[in-house]
Structures are given as structure tokens and as C-alpha cells.
């Protein structure tokens, strides 16, 4: 079994309508049921911040602090995480908001949030990526580098510096008589970071397909099949050097087209990541709600078991609402599979009783108007 990282101690002050609560816990599940309006989901996304990132819900900083309150929240945590104990705190100060978050661990300041990832990795399927499959391809793009990432923290980085580049190259070529060398060297850079972006992905996706394979027979979740289209589609069986010449030379080539269209039309910030029931052999846009909904428990397991077995750690799984669409007979077999990842899981849902299989595997606590109770 993977290194279990759990989270055992939690509080928040100003965090959404959290004033201030502190939160003791052992290493069993936690299931947060209460009302709706209650505060669940908003605890989840504090143990999202633990992750680089702006959370589950991708928020700006300045809608998480406590409306009524000075301005900026924290967020401290301990953890048994992957290099044994720490102390995470992290948040924003008044006035702040507009910028990153801070992050201290054990009381020293951290130069970057990424540095989280050296201590744990969290996972999390909410409501809002219900609509993944039908939605925007960039929907789909984050998604599936935000799986990347939790494997790969130099991810973020590389896309970051792509999107720099590409964003250079796109201005330069607006100009009248645009500088070629500068064109080139922009060029080069973009080849070597969209390039080894695009291997990362698709390393994953194979990993989570030979996953996803492997958990064929494992109880009533249908499985995916994944690719990724887009993007030298049919050159990336090629070593990363001349995969590189390839894009490289597609960019030269494309320049005045580039030009007139003011973007660029080539690149990995095209990509899609196609997705498929692979029982119906139909694609997953065209599934219902609660199969697209187990398509998608299915990606996001196969996922934290993926991060288990690369890191020796369990994540830490974020279950939002996980088990609205799911029958009984489902419901136990989804709790089984959590379970059997080894890792400490938070679910929601409003209704204590669709937990109960969970039995003494999980601690259950009530979420009341900003308080909790156990
Ligand atoms: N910055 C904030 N300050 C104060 N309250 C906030 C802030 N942001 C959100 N809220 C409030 O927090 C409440 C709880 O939200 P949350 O999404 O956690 O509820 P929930 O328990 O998950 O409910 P549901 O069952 O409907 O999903 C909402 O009423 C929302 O208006
Ligand atoms: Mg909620």
C-alpha cells in the first residue's frame, strides 16, 4: 500500500463563510453533510489550496475572503504528508488579493506555492466538471494539465513559459516588418516547450489508459478511452529532437498566416482530449448525466491510483457531491474503490444515509452555517 497523506488538523479564518473554525481529524475519510448553502464545498476548496492552483473552484482571491471581513483569509493545515510532518499555511492579506497567495510551511516562507507538491498531492471531482465533455476544449486542456501536473510539477512551468513565448511571437508577428531572428529564437523556445508539454500528456494518458484497462472488470463503472487530437498528431512517435524541427519548421511556415490570423493556429494550446465510452464505443459527450458522471469518477480514480503508485503516496481525494447521480449498489462499490487507493478522502452530499456503507471508514461531520460539528 502507498504512504497514506493525511490531513489532521485544519482551520480557516475569513475563508468564505467560515469565520474562524478549527477542524481535528484522524486518518479516516471525512464526510461533510449539511444543507445546501451550508459551507461543504467551501471547506473542500480550503483543502484544495493545499495544491498550487486557485482551487477547485478556480477562484479570484478576493471572492474567498469572508464578505464582511477586513479582507484576505488563511488556510493552516498539518499533514503526514510525503516528506513526514509539515505545516502548511497559506492565504492572502487585505488589500492583496489581486496577487498570489501566500505559503509558509512549517513558519518559514515558501518561495513559490509549487513547493506544496513536494509535500502532498490532492485530487478532486466537483459538480462544475459535470460539464466536461460537452464543454469548451480548454475545459478539457486544464483538466487534463492539471492531471499532468500533480505527476509532473515542472508542467506548470513549461506551459507558463510557452504561453510567454507564443504571446511574444503573436505581438511580433503584428508588426509592420517583424525582427526574423528574434522570430526564430521564439520559435525554438516554443518547439522545446510545447514539445516536451505534449509528450507530458500524452505519457499520462497513456498511463491512465493502461489504468482505466486494468479496472475494466472492478464493479460497475463503465471505462474510457482517451486521446489526445490536435497536435503533430501523427509525428509524435518520433524522438523529442526531431518532433521539435517539426514544430519548429510548422511555425516558420506558418507565419503569415499566423500574422493574419493574430494568433497562433498551431501548437499544444490546440489539443483536445477526446474521450470515449468505451463499452458503447460512444463518445462520452453523447452519454447520459450519470454515465458521463461515472466516465468521469472512473478518469479521476484511475488518476489518484496513477499518483499513488508514481509518488508511494496516496493523494488526498476531493468527492464533491460524488454520489448525487450514483444508485446504492454503485454508491458501495464507488466507496470500495476509494477506499482501496489507500489514500484519506473528503465527500459531501446532503443526505448523511447515502454514506452509510461507509461504515466507521470514514468520520462523519455535520456542516451547519460556517460551523461543524462532529
Ligand atoms: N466570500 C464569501 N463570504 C461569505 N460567504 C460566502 C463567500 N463565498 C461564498 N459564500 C457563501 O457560502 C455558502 C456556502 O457555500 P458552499 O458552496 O460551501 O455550500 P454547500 O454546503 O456546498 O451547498 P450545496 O449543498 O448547495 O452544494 C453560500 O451560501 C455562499 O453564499
Ligand atoms: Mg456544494
Known amino acids: 500500500m502507498p504512504h497514506k497523506v493525511t490531513l489532521f488538523s485544519l482551520k480557516l479564518h475569513d475563508f468564505r463563510n467560515y469565520a474562524s473554525i478549527a477542524l481535528g481529524l484522524d486518518d479516516r475519510h471525512v464526510v461533510l453533510t449539511g444543507a445546501n448553502g451550508a459551507g461543504k464545498t467551501n471547506l473542500m476548496e480550503a483543502v484544495s489550496f493545499l495544491t498550487p492552483g486557485r482551487g477547485l473552484r478556480r477562484a479570484a482571491y478576493a471572492d474567498v475572503a469572508r464578505e464582511g471581513a477586513p479582507g484576505g483569509f488563511s ?102 516588418r517583424p525582427d526574423a531572428r528574434w522570430l526564430d529564437g521564439l520559435e525554438l523556445q516554443m518547439a522545446e516547450l510545447g514539445v516536451a508539454m505534449a509528450l507530458a500528456r500524452r505519457e499520462l494518458v497513456g498511463l491512465l489508459a493502461d489504468l482505466v484497462e486494468a479496472s475494466r472488470d472492478e464493479g460497475p463503472f463503465p471505462t474510457s478511452a482517451m486521446a489526445l487530437t490536435g497536435f503533430l498528431d501523427d509525428a509524435l512517435d518520433r524522438p523529442a529532437y526531431e518532433i521539435e524541427e517539426i514544430y519548429a519548421a510548422t511555425l516558420r511556415d506558418g507565419r503569415f498566416r499566423d500574422a493574419a490570423a493574430g494568433r497562433t493556429l498551431d501548437g499544444p494550446h490546440r489539443v483536445d482530449l477526446m474521450i470515449r ?83 466507521d471508514r470514514a468520520r462523519f461531520l455535520t456542516v451547519e452555517n460556517g460551523t461543524i460539528a462532529g
Open 75 to 176: 488556510v493552516f493545515a498539518a499533514i503526514d504528508g510525503m516528506q513526514g510532518e509539515v505545516e502548511v499555511g497559506t492565504g492572502t492579506e487585505a488589500g492583496e488579493e489581486g496577487q498570489s497567495r501566500r505559503l509558509r510551511l512549517n513558519g518559514t516562507a515558501a518561495r513559490s506555492v509549487d513547493e506544496l507538491l513536494d509535500h502532498l498531492r490532492v485530487v478532486w471531482l466537483t459538480p462544475s466538471m459535470d460539464g466536461l465533455f460537452s464543454g469548451a476544449s480548454s475545459d478539457r486542456r486544464r483538466f487534463l494539465d492539471r492531471l499532468v501536473l500533480s505527476l509532473d510539477p515542472e508542467h506548470g512551468r513549461r506551459a507558463a513559459d510557452f504561453e510567454k513565448a507564443m504571446r511574444g511571437r503573436n505581438r511580433l508577428l503584428s508588426e509592420p
Open 277 to 359: 465510452h468505451r463499452e458503447k464505443d460512444i463518445d462520452a459527450a453523447r452519454c447520459s448525466t450519470g454515465e458521463q458522471k461515472a466516465l468521469l469518477v472512473g478518469i479521476v480514480l484511475a488518476h489518484a491510483g496513477l499518483v499513488a503508485g508514481m509518488t508511494g503516496h496516496a493523494p488526498i481525494l476531493l468527492l464533491d457531491e460524488i454520489s448525487a447521480h450514483l444508485d446504492e449498489g454503485r454508491r458501495a462499490a464507488l466507496f470500495d474503490r476509494v477506499d482501496a487507493l489507500g489514500g484519506q478522502a473528503f465527500m459531501t452530499g446532503t443526505d448523511r444515509a447515502m454514506f452509510e456503507a461507509l461504515g
